[in-house]
């Protein structure tokens, strides 16, 4: 009897050393506090956990009480997927304009700065670059998370980030394995299907993958993904064919590899949060990640159970589960080398943002203009400003600020604006804008026929309209189209100074 509990207590502390969870609150709570002491090996942080860089800061320091090794994550693509600076918007822009700009040089120190910004909060893994080639404009979850459609392009920016970030202190997670790029399911919800055939996989999607693995990645994020010329069977989380042969034999990583989050619709639905993450580490997941929408004990609990069950039914090698344990503790001796080599040094002020960041974002914008247009830039005077928001991508998490109106109004007093959603554009949707330049702001209008709709009419009615675009640039309309390549304040504030023909103050 003894032996068998020792067992299972042994187990217990396995299970728990490759879970990633999230939890609810600006500082520790008791759960995980007692659990870093039982074994956990790694916590996950979100917006919700974030207030600002100094009690970031204090949180991490409350968890390396508990255990010094800890690793502490979060998903800080630093474009419109932020979480160090959800309250405002992320001052650095995302993957598509870096794509834009396309200076390797510029995108390793735009990644530096936020490597050492998260070092000196404490923050240890960076589930960042998004690597996807995004081929398919209608893509509903990638987008401007992407460097961009091109493999060789989006190759070398994740060379670029991934050497960036470590550089700065942090671990890099590329994702999502093999490539969540040309699809038009979102994985939260359902299970993408992939169809290409190897050649074109080899080709495209996992081009960038090879470069993050070059550059030294410290970690590998699955994508919930359904790629029949890989498994015809299951997602790619869940795949032995994928993690093991594809991976680790023929791409030859050697680090963490980590899901997406368990209760991600693609493989909860299918398996259920335990099922899904006991098949993950038997095809060759490292780190379970849970915790975006369940952060909370039972659910840890539960997840700790079904493993240890899971190893006792024969269902899932003690030896597997131990070698993906002593694979989450190889990366967290890296982080703790890290910390001590180079422990971060851009604890980044309230209110001031990055200035590489910004330096980026202006260098990302691209105007087109119709011929024999009118309408010239800066604006003259005050502007009227209408923003259309598209329905709310779960990837990004709580609503995240965005948008011209807000920058503009403080560079150029007198500024209106108005925002509308599906349901709410008026019949004339350029009502307020009598005798003022018009500003037409939108996200992925190539996606939205509500939108494309809405500001054909305010374009028929006003042909001089600047049309501002925030997302991906794939329909150009207007007599000016202004393209930001991404919704990030810093993207808001350079397509601000670009209309008004000025600097927005600093503290904005």
Known sequence: MSERVERNGNLAALAAAV??????????????????????GSVVLFSRNVVDPGQVAALTAALRAERPDVIVAIDEEAGDVTRIESGRGSSRPGNLALGAVDDPALTEEVARDLGEELAAAGI???????????????????????????????????????????????????????????????????????????????????????????????????????????????????????????????????????TDAVEMGAVADRYGFAGAAVRALAAGADAICVGGEHADEETARHLRDAIVDAVVAGELPEERLAEAAKRVGQLAAWTVAARTARPGTRAAAAGT????????ARLAVRVTTAEATATTLPLTGPSHVVEFQPP????????????????????????????????????????????????????????????RDAVDRALAARPDAVVVELGVPALVTGAVHVATHGATRAAGRAAAELLGGGAVSPGW
């Open 19 to 40: 879970l990633q969870p999230g939890f609810v609150g600006t500082v520790p709570p008791a759960w995980i506090c007692r659990w870093l002491g039982d074994g956990l």
């Open 124 to 258: 240890t893994l960076n589930y960042a670059p998004d690597v996807d080639v995004n081929s398919n404009p209608d893509n509903p979850v990638i987008g401007v998370r992407s460097f961009g459609a091109e493999p060789s392009l989006v190759a070398r920016h994740t060379t670029a980030w991934v050497r960036g970030l470590q550089a700065g202190g942090v671990a890099a997670c590329a994702k999502h394995f093999p490539g969540h790029g040309d699809t038009r399911v979102d994985s939260h919800h359902d299970l993408p299907r992939i169809v290409a055939d190897r050649a074109r996989l080899h080709a495209v999607e996992l081009a960038p993958f090879r470069a993050a693995v070059a550059a030294g990645v410290q970690a590998v994020m699955t994508g919930h993904l359904l790629v029949p010329a890989l498994d015809p069977d299951l997602p790619a989380t869940l795949s032995g064919r994928i993690l093991g042969g594809l991976l680790r034999e023929e791409m030859g990583f050697e680090g963490v590899v980590v």
């Open 353 to 360: 943002g990055s200035t590489v960041g910004l330096t980026a």
């Open 392 to 451: 709310h991508n779960i990837a990004i998490g709580s609503e995240t600020p965005w948008g011209v109106a807000e920058p503009l109004t403080a560079l150029v007093p007198g500024t209106t604006s108005v925002r509308y959603v599906e349901h709410s554009v008026p019949a004339d949707p350029t009502v307020g804008a009598t005798g003022r330049p018009l500003v037409l702001v939108v996200r992925d209008l190539h996606r939205h026929a509500w939108m």
